[in-house]
Nanobody, 124 residues
Framework: DVRLAESGGGSVPAGGSLTLTCAHF????????VGWFRQAPGKEREGVAA???????IYADSVKGRFAIFRDDDKKILTLEMKNLQPEDTAMYYC??????????????????WGQGTQVTVSS
């Protein structure tokens, strides 16, 4: 079975940095798009960054220049490096995978697998 396990969340002051990691189990990680999403209280879940099996990347405008997504196909690990964090980045961050980058980024109801999430809190 596909399983995704996030780690690395925490609390930081504004301007701080955090690195999230997501370990992937149960499928051939290297060929599939993977990404990060977040959901703040009272808001809809939104895409943060995604990376295809060809290493093509997508970033939300709000995080461009501050966040960077990486994948290690040998270790089956997805990483999100977050710098210059701001209070508006506070959210539960979820790792996800799907069979296509388009389906992943659109958060399709089909063929998208999710982790349990890790909390990121940024204080002003």
């Amino acid at each position: 079975d596909v399983r995704l396990a996030e780690s690395g969340g925490g609390s930081v002051p504004a301007g701080g940095s955090l690195t999230l990691t997501c370990a992937h189990f149960g499928y051939s990680f290297a060929t599939y798009p993977v990404g990060w999403f977040r959901q703040a209280p009272g808001k809809e879940r939104e895409g943060v960054a995604a990376i295809g099996g060809d290493f093509r990347t997508i970033y939300a405008d709000s995080v461009k220049g501050r966040f960077a997504i990486f994948r290690d196909d040998d270790k089956k690990i997805l990483t999100l490096e977050m710098k210059n964090l701001q209070p508006e980045d506070t959210a539960m961050y979820y790792c996800a995978m799907s069979i296509s980058l388009q389906r992943l980024w659109s958060q399709s109801n089909e063929d998208v697998y999710w982790g349990q999430g890790t909390q990121v809190t940024v204080s002003s």
